[in-house]
């Protein structure tokens, strides 16, 4: 399975490389017993999955220290990869489904990071404070944010206002209509070349109080 990630972070170690790399056999052998990716979809994983996780890093760079919330993070995404790509950068990795944590939290054991920790709970419960919540497609940016805005910080360490970061795809104009004044919206063609692309966008909304 050709690893595409090279090509739009050249920058990579040695290191993130060989557990990008090791990511292919961990979610097919995985996927086979849980089903937390599209059977049909698995050989496409660090296109549909794992590169667009790392859309997030093309927007921002995290600063060292900063805490991440992932919602509904399903097998791992887009947590798992960015902890790979940010390994100073704490993320909490959250799903209301047991088995799905378990997959991820077992990938992550398995390639050694040290920077992510898992809860089976849903997000309304949760209490711990972040710099930023991000997401794919989990549920509506209104939802979104009303369900994570108690999470977020007031104090801000990194370039960009501390906010919420998801990946979306499809027409955005009436979820992100109530924020409109606020919120950016990035296409991922801005990103990367490949056709899976041209319907997926980014947006980062700054939750300031």
């Keep these: 399975m050709s690893n595409p990630i090279r090509t739009y972070f050249p920058t990579l170690t040695d290191h993130q490389q060989r557990r990008f790399d090791a990511l292919f056999d961990l979610y097919k052998e995985w996927n086979a017993k849980i089903n937390v990716i599209s059977r049909k979809d698995i050989d496409n994983l660090y296109i549909h999955h794992v590169l667009h996780s790392l859309a997030i890093a093309k927007f921002i760079s995290f600063e060292k220290g900063t805490k991440i919330m992932d919602v509904g993070t399903g097998g791992g995404f887009p947590g798992i990869p960015l902890a790979i790509f940010f390994p100073d950068v704490r993320f909490l990795l959250l799903d209301s489904i047991g088995k799905k944590i378990k997959v991820a939290s077992a990938i992550s054991t398995a390639i050694g990071l040290q920077n992510v920790e898992f809860a089976h709970s849903r997000v309304e419960d949760e209490k711990r404070i972040v710099d930023f919540v991000v997401s794919r497609a989990v549920m509506s940016l209104p939802e979104l944010v009303k ?7 007031s104090q801000h360490k990194n370039a960009l206002p501390n906010g919420i970061i998801c990946l979306k795809g499809g027409d955005l104009t009436l979820e992100v ?12 063609t801005t990103y990367f070349n490949e056709s899976f692309f041209e319907t997926k966008q980014l947006v980062y909304l700054p939750i300031i109080r």
């Design 147 to 153: 369900t994570t805005r108690k999470n977020v910080s």
């Design 177 to 188: 209509k109530p924020f409109s004044n606020k919120v950016k919206i990035i296409p991922l």
